[in-house]
């Protein structure tokens, strides 16, 4: 192998004299967000795989649907980075150097890979697989395992099965682990932290600081919404079926939601969750999407310029209406309702499960108002809601 310089953090050095020591079966990385876990493991089996040859190595995530968006993205960066030729397929995703091979699985599809002989697999979010899962794998692996997670909650059967092996290495690692994370992120996550400063400006969050940024076992509480459930697919009958825009662009992502109320429920399918995007952008991905002219839609009605430049496209978006303590009043419609989101809905999953009541960390009690975060399709989702399902009568909202 031609000499490249990489650049490496001690998350890294960690997991290399691991997966290097014969004596070692797995290997767990636990820890807070952009600590390198999964940077340090990409880096990892591409570097091993040009020291060895003809290895066999899987990838997996719980859904096979999230892997484009997460670990075939900080695949792709690693390897761009490092500046060696690797070969890369899109169909089925696979990569192929030094007559190595690495693909990719979801979980959720067990059929194909649990019959997978290994000679390496790594669980990315392992905190999201079951132990089955992670026993069908290990079984078929005649070498090394990887699994890495925040631990965003505090009993799991890692922490039990797993970790108490004494064949498996564990590190921890935080953001503060990593010379590489942008100043900016470290600011994010120390804005988590519940000091004064953070409580006043109304960012701090003892869930979020404890996992993402401190890296420690944690569960979340207060969650605004709990009735919900993943579906495989959308229904094909339905009483109305609704669009959903929240507009963002540099920090806050676009989001672009399909709705329907099908036998008294809630259904929603996650279409786009993309930052940088233009109004212009956005009108070609309606009609990319299907989206015709004739369906309806719903945005922010905070953007009313955005709203009037995709009209003009001729599509047919609508202002949502906020009244006084419309977001308590639209979120009290939603929770009289099952919402199914479906599985490869990554980002609406994750806000649900994120989407919290304030604290109010002088009484220690949650406040009736949620956080403004994890919220961009949900407020999409709520906007819907008042469209659909209430109308407001003298400041009013009344459930139909």
């Known amino acids: 192998m031609a000499k490249h310089k990489v650049h490496t953090t001690d998350v890294f050095q960690k997991l290399w004299a691991a997966i290097n020591d014969p004596k070692v079966r797995g290997i767990v990385l636990e820890g807070g967000s952009r600590s390198s876990k999964s940077w340090s493991i990409a880096q990892a089996l591409i570097l091993y795989g040009y020291q060895n040859e003809g290895l066999t190595i899987m990838v997996a995530r719980q859904k096979y649907t999230w892997i484009r968006m997460s670990v075939l993205a900080t695949m792709q960066n690693v390897i761009q980075s490092i500046g060696l030729p690797i070969h890369f397929t899109k169909n089925p995703f696979r990569y192929e150097w030094n007559n190595n091979e690495l693909t990719f699985g979801g979980l959720d599809t067990p059929q194909k890979i649990h019959g997978v002989e290994t000679d390496i697999f790594w669980i990315n979010e392992a905190i999201e697989a079951t132990k089955d899962d992670f026993d ?16 965003s909650t505090d009993e799991h059967w890692i922490y039990d099965n797993v970790l108490k092996r004494d064949d498996v290495v564990y590190i921890h690692s935080t953001v503060f682990d990593n010379e590489f994370a942008p100043e ?54 339905y009483q109305w079926e609704v669009y959903g825009i929240d507009f963002g662009f540099t920090n806050d992502p676009t989001t672009i939601i399909r709705v329907v109320f099908a036998d008294g429920q809630i259904w929603l399918d996650e279409l786009c969750y993309e930052t940088g995007m233009t109004n212009q952008d956005i009108a070609k991905r309606l009609l990319r999407l299907g989206i015709t002219q004739s369906k309806e839609i719903v945005a922010d009605s905070a953007e009313p310029k955005s ?76 906007y819907i809601a008042e469209r659909k399902l209430s109308k407001k009568q ?5 459930i139909r």
Request: with cysteine; charged share 35%.
């Open 307 to 382: 709203i009037r430049e995709i009209k003009l496209e001729g599509f047919n978006i609508h202002p949502s209406v906020k009244g006084q303590d419309s977001i308590r009043a639209t979120i009290d419609i939603v929770q009289r309702y099952k919402i199914n989101v479906t599985e490869r809905s990554e980002n609406a999953i994750k806000e649900l499960k994120n989407y919290v009541w304030m604290k109010d960390y002088s009484t220690n009690k949650y406040k009736d108002k949620p956080i403004d975060d994890y919220n961009h399709i949900l407020d999409s989702l709520r």
């Open 184 to 237: 900016e992120v470290k600011k994010k996550i120390l804005s988590y932290e519940p000091t004064d400063k953070n409580i006043i400006a109304g960012t701090a969050d003892e869930f979020k600081w404890e996992v993402y940024g401190l890296g420690k076992r944690s569960r979340r509480e207060g969650v605004v919404f709990t009735n919900w459930a993943e579906c495989k697919k959308m229904p094909t009958e």
């Open 394 to 398: 003298s400041g009013v909202y009344i």
């Open 136 to 151: 069908q794998l290990e079984q078929r692996c005649k070498g090394k395992w990887i699994m890495d997670y925040n631990p």
